[in-house]
Each structure stands twice: as structure tokens, then as C-alpha cells.
């Protein structure tokens, strides 16, 4: 049982450069998230989707954009990286509305220079 | 004012001791909470949750102070495997999670 897979795990970018990272989750969850943590900051939620066809900012959206392709999958893009977004990814995913706690996959390390 | 609040510690014990520490919450409508583990490097995991009083699995200890408007996780007997960050969750009302930065512990041989 993989749970929720993350790619790639890391990923150097340069100043303006866009990538997608690419999550998917195989225990039927209709819940997935996306966040970011960075030292003394904790985990901060970019995006969500509560459900398929649904997404919602969170916390620290800006300079990203979502997209639930289907119930398994949700990707993150950043259409022109900046080093600001330095960080490591999680992607999670939950069932309930998360009050069973998340699973989450196990993350990209992306650097922008 | 961050919505969940840990001190970061770090807390250095020698093996068989206790430790415990206490994460605190703003949002006083709170009902549900989570400890969390956290290795160095990997993904957060799923500890223990707390979703009244209190909670116990084995050497672990998860109490919730409603009044003082805290949750602690108390280790005992401590194992070098037990070396981690731990994140203290709150779920708030609209099921989002907040995450506390993580307190570390290290137990030293």
C-alpha cells in the first residue's frame, strides 16, 4: 500500500523557471492538500481540495496555482519560481475531512538559485 | 499571534527518562488535536490524536488543558528511537489543521 506519493523527491530551479510536482494518493481520499515547511515556520497550507473538482486557497497561496486532475491526483505548479519558494513540499491527503489526521507523502526538497 | 505554539526546545534526556512538553492554542472553540512525529528529513506521522481529556498508547501520554488552553504529550521511559521533532495539530472548526513549528527531543545513550 504506497499511500500518498510525491515526485520528484528533489528538484533545483532556477530564478523564473516553472515545474509541476505531482502527488497521488491510493486510499480513496476525497480530501488533499498541498504545504510547504520551512525552519521555525512549521507546515503552512498553499492549497487545498475538500473534494474532486474542487480547490481552495489556504494559507500562502500566491505564486502557485492547483488542479485535482481526478480523485487520486493533485499537482502543484509554480509558473515562475522564485527563491522565496525554497522550500520543502508535502503533499497530504484525508478522508472525513481530515479529523482522522492526514497522511502525507514524503516530500520535495526544491531549491531556486 | 500564531494559532498553535510549541517551544522548540530542544529537550536532551537520557534513555529511560520522562519528558513532556506542552503546546498551546488560540482558538478556544478548538475540539480536536493532534500530535504528530516528525523525523529529521522525512514526512510528519500520525502519533496520537486528542479529542478530549486526554489520550495514552504505551509510553506516550497526549492531555488536553481546555481551561489553560493547552495540550501536552508526556514520553516515558524514553527510547534513542523516540530522537524527533513532535507537532503538536489544532482542527479548527472548518476542518483545516494548524501545525505548531515542532519541539525536538533528543535521547542520548
Known amino acids: 500500500n504506497a499511500g500518498v506519493t510525491q515526485t520528484p523527491k528533489f528538484q533545483v530551479l532556477k530564478t523564473g523557471q516553472s515545474m509541476t510536482l505531482q502527488c497521488a494518493q491510493d486510499?480513496?481520499?476525497?480530501?488533499m492538500y498541498w504545504y510547504r515547511q520551512d525552519p521555525g515556520m512549521g507546515l503552512r497550507l498553499i492549497y487545498y481540495?475538500?473534494?474532486?473538482?474542487?480547490?481552495d486557497k489556504g494559507e500562502v497561496p500566491n505564486g502557485y496555482n492547483v488542479s485535482r486532475l481526478n480523485k487520486r491526483e493533485f499537482s502543484l505548479r509554480l509558473e515562475s519560481a522564485a527563491p522565496s519558494q525554497t522550500s520543502v513540499y508535502f503533499c497530504?491527503?484525508?478522508?472525513?475531512?481530515?479529523?482522522?489526521?492526514?497522511?502525507f507523502g514524503s516530500g520535495t526538497r526544491l531549491t531556486v538559485v | 499571534r500564531k494559532e498553535v505554539e510549541q517551544d522548540p526546545g530542544p529537550f536532551n534526556v537520557p534513555e529511560g527518562a520522562t519528558v513532556a512538553f506542552n503546546c498551546t492554542y488560540s482558538?478556544?472553540?478548538?475540539?480536536?488535536f493532534f500530535w504528530y512525529r516528525q523525523d529529521c528529513r522525512k514526512e510528519p506521522k500520525l502519533l496520537m490524536s486528542?479529542?478530549?481529556s486526554g489520550n495514552e498508547d504505551g509510553r506516550f501520554t497526549a492531555q488536553l488543558n481546555r481551561a489553560s488552553q493547552y495540550i501536552s504529550l508526556l514520553i516515558r521511559d524514553s527510547k534513542l528511537s523516540d530522537s524527533a521533532t513532535y507537532l503538536c495539530?489544532?482542527?479548527?472548526?472548518?476542518?483545516?489543521?494548524?501545525f505548531g513549528a515542532g519541539t525536538t527531543v533528543t535521547v542520548r545513550a
Open positions: 495539530v489544532e482542527i479548527s472548526n472548518d476542518y483545516k489543521l494548524s
Open positions: 486510499m480513496n481520499h476525497n480530501s
Open positions: 486528542v479529542y478530549s
Open positions: 482558538n478556544s472553540a478548538s475540539q480536536s
Open positions: 497530504a491527503s484525508s478522508e472525513f475531512k481530515g479529523t482522522y489526521g492526514y497522511t
Open positions: 481540495s475538500a473534494s474532486e473538482g474542487t480547490t
